[in-house]
């Protein structure tokens, strides 16, 4: 698919809206939780139902628990049932807990937001599997990588808005209402777009939903492992996830304690990250020509080893002792260097991650792929809390350099990526193919 076409995508009615709505959810996922996670970091200790940092770190988890409790029933709900029904209700769950919260963000009531934070997890539990499995329904074979891509795109720059606008939020005088009305206003917005989402007729109206939470999360976890290709896909993109979780966690103490950036460095950073990663999605949907090409994902896996590895040797700890601003950090050749190595990345990233989605769609019967996605958040989860365990010993407890734990982080992508690629030889044959010069 070219360019141009996969573009031409959010002019569609089969694929605007939806991408509209999960891009308004993600932007008010990273809205809400981040406010209120710097909300909490900077109230007193007497509002705080206990101690900051636990609050922080609970808050975190608290987001990600419901992926583990609640989607191998999401999985069979959005095979079960027509698909764009599921997405006006989770959508109107959403204006439920945030109006809630309004009040609550008012009265700075934290244990009820941490709750409420719960809350929101959970609905974005049971989107998750509708919204991945739904695009191959809307879609032609020839734009799946590209919606797909232009996903991707939307997700990580939600991520990014979400978090940007979190610090000017609370920063703002009466930080509190104009967070309140936010959320508010953007969870409206959210269901107004899932209005307009096309149906989806049922993949699996026989399906008989079992309501056992563990049973079924082991049961789709069990049935993730009937394709070897498959379940590589979803091992390799639940590692790309932690991966990207373990770099952008530590991009604040990089910055300041490592560069001497000022907070606007670290905002940089991240957004050299982000836009490498729309990017790269969107390039992928251009050298895909409309096809699902496994052999684009050993590329994407060697320029992320690869710039992965020069972050490494990019970082020249800054000594001075006030922080640098933007202006003056771009001054330090080897700091652009970094932010190079940052967006490329996030470049390459892209260009692992598409077609890896898109073979799961693509390669998994459509009466059982919501719960196959459902699988997947189960395993991204999974991966994310491991990712920042793995932090949490390797940066705290052996006291290691946040230098050492970029260069881990990429010799872990290589070995990886290489296990990946052993088991499922169809990604480097694939990739002989496409990229290998043909003889004349």
């Known amino acids: 698919m070219s360019h141009s076409h996969q573009l031409s995508l959010l002019g569609k009615r089969r694929f605007l809206p939806f991408f509209t709505t999960q891009f308004l959810g993600a932007f008010n996922d990273n809205i809400y939780k981040n406010t209120l996670l710097l909300m909490a970091a900077f109230a007193t200790a007497e509002q705080l139902p206990f101690d900051s ?36 209700r989770v ?62 795109m939307g997700t990580f720059v939600a991520i990014l808005l979400g978090t940007l606008g979190a610090g000017l939020l609370v920063e703002l005088p009466q930080a509190h209402k104009w967070i309140a009305v936010s959320v508010v206003v953007l969870a409206i917005l959210g269901w107004l777009c899932a209005r307009q989402v ?41 590692w790309f996830w932690a991966l990207g979780a373990a770099y952008l966690t530590q991009l604040p103490n990089l910055a300041s304690q490592i560069l001497s950036g000022s907070p606007q460095v670290v905002s940089i950073m991240l957004a050299m990250f982000t836009v490498g990663v729309a990017a790269g999605s969107l390039f992928c949907g251009r050298i895909s020509h409309g096809k699902v090409e496994p052999g684009i994902v050993p590329l994407g896996a060697f320029g992320l080893s690869l710039f992965a590895l020069d972050l490494f040797f990019a ?11 933007v202006a003056e950090f771009l001054m330090i050749p080897a700091n652009v260097r970094v932010l190079f190595d940052l967006a490329m990345i996030g470049f390459f990233g892209g260009l692992f991650i598409v077609p890896l989605y898109a073979m799961v769609q693509k390669r998994t019967e459509e009466s059982r792929r919501a719960r196959m996605i459902a699988a997947l958040n189960v395993m991204n989860s999974f991966y994310m809390v491991c990712s920042a365990v793995f932090g949490m010993v390797f940066l705290g407890v052996a006291d290691r350099s946040i230098e050492e734990f970029f260069l881990t982080l990429a010799l872990l992508h290589v070995v990886v990526s290489l296990l990946i690629f052993k088991t499922s030889p169809e990604f480097w044959q694939r990739f002989r193919v496409r990229f290998s010069r043909q003889p004349s």
């Not at 922080?56 to 029904?85: H, R, V, W």
């Not at 970082?315 to 601003?325: A, G, M, V």
């Open 91 to 152: 959508k109107l769950l959403e204006i439920g807990i945030m109006a809630v919260a309004a009040g609550f963000i008012i009265s700075q009531n934290f244990l009820i937001l941490l709750i409420l934070l719960f809350l929101m997890g959970t609905q974005s539990a049971f989107f998750g599997p509708v919204k991945y499995a739904i695009i191959p329904q809307h879609l032609y074979d020839d734009e799946l990588v590209g919606g797909n891509a232009l996903v991707e």
């Open 53 to 88: 940092d636990l609050f922080i770190n609970l808050g975190a988890g608290l987001f990600i628990l419901p992926f583990f409790i609640f989607s191998g029933i999401a999985g069979q709900m959005a095979d079960k049932y027509e698909k764009s029904l599921i997405i006006r």
């Open 198 to 238: 096309p149906e989806a007729r049922a993949a699996a109206p026989e399906l008989d939903i079992s309501y056992n939470l563990f049973s079924q999360t082991r049961k789709i976890m069990k049935d993730a492992h009937g394709n070897k290709t498959v379940y590589m896909c979803l091992v390799a993109i639940s």
């Open 315 to 325: 970082i020249s700890p800054n000594t001075t002792d006030e922080f640098l601003s």
